[in-house]
């Protein structure tokens, strides 16, 4: 069965840092695409980043671009969200994606 366990929120001051992590298992993890997505209350769920299965090629949505960096060690079956110059309206609940199968989430808020 497919797993995806978010780890690495918590409140941080605007523009300050965090690194978020999901520790998959269940599947070939480096044959397959990795993405982020993040929702806030009320609010449709939104894509912030994908990368491929090698990690050579990566996309991200326009409101985090430069801002946020998408990476994976496919020996450890994880990915990362590497997130950089945080704002308040990054304030959100952060899913790991993979396979039509979600993770559990990981709160991050943003403030001062």
């Known amino acids: 069965q497919v797993q995806l366990v978010e780890s690495g929120g918590g409140l941080v001051q605007p523009g300050g840092s965090l690194r978020l992590s999901c520790a998959a298992s269940g599947f070939t993890f480096s044959s397959w695409a990795m993405s982020w997505y993040r929702q806030a209350p009320g609010k449709e769920r939104e894509f912030v980043a994908r990368i491929s299965s090698g990690g050579g090629s990566t996309n991200y949505a326009d409101s985090v671009k430069g801002r946020f960096t998408i990476s994976r060690d496919n020996a450890k079956n994880t990915v990362y969200l590497q997130m950089n110059s945080l704002k308040p309206e990054d304030t959100d609940v952060y899913y790991c994606?993979?396979?039509?199968?979600w993770g559990q989430g990981t709160q991050v808020t943003v403030s001062s």
């Open positions: 994606y993979a396979l039509g199968w």
